[in-house]
């Protein structure tokens, strides 16, 4: 994932600030508005130095799993909820935060919500996110939906015209997730019509080459059709 492949103008302010310094981000927004797109893009870009944390998946065992985060020169936090409540865990992050600013890293954090209506146990946490430079993410609009839809269509080498894309807009849940099942769905769908066409080619094709010419004749012929063929014996 790519700042440039991010629909909005939050992936340039994002690539921007990092690129001026900026120590310290909260990404806050509801789900599916392209928070984890956004820590991906920077993990990317921050390349052997940077590292990718989900929350959820260390939640109640951060303390454990934190040592190993704090060297990095980027450090992005995703899923911030996921550990409120748990004081444990909340002291963690508050080590982490300070020893990964300490040795001249940054940080980012995405959250559900902003530092004021995520209910810390631990003041002290709060207080440093609070610090942080802040992005809310809007939910995506109609158009910005379409376009998205179409772009992750592109992705997976798949052409939805306006008209497609707005025909599976009308028939499934509005939702990013749902948008994205449906694609997988699609996706599938046409991987196994493809695997239908090609076997109902390239199996009387195989019979007849090798009654014509053997296998070096069955990968000439699946050349013409597109299909490689890298072992020929």
Not at 25 to 49: C, E, F, I, R
């Amino acid at each position: 994932r790519r700042f440039d492949t991010f629909i909005g103008t939050a992936g340039q302010v994002l690539a921007d600030g990092l690129g001026e310094g900026r120590r310290a981000w909260l990404l806050s927004g509801p789900a599916g508005v392209g928070k984890t797109h956004l820590l991906m893009a920077a993990h990317a870009v921050g390349g052997d130095g940077s590292a990718y944390l989900a929350l959820p998946q260390v939640a109640g065992s951060l303390a454990d799993v934190a040592p190993m985060f704090e060297r990095h020169g980027l450090l992005a936090l995703d899923g911030l909820e996921a550990i409120i409540g748990n004081r444990a865990d909340e002291i963690a992050l508050f080590d982490l935060h300070n020893r990964v600013l300490d040795q001249g890293g940054r940080l980012l954090y995405a959250a559900r919500a902003t530092p004021e209506q995520l209910d810390f146990t631990l003041p002290d946490l709060r207080s440093r996110l609070a610090q942080a430079t802040r992005l809310p993410l809007p939910a995506l609009d109609e158009a910005q939906r379409l376009e998205l839809l179409q772009t992750r269509a592109a992705q997976r080498g798949l052409v939805l015209d306006d008209a497609s894309a707005e025909w599976l807009m009308r028939r499934c849940d509005r939702d990013l997730g749902s948008l994205m099942e449906v694609l997988d769905q699609l996706e599938t769908t046409i991987l196994v019509l493809l695997v239908e066409v090609v076997s109902d080619h390239l199996l009387p094709l195989g019979r007849a080459c090798k009654q014509h010419g053997g296998p070096r004749r069955l990968a000439e012929l699946a050349g013409r059709m597109g299909v490689e063929v890298t072992k020929v014996e």
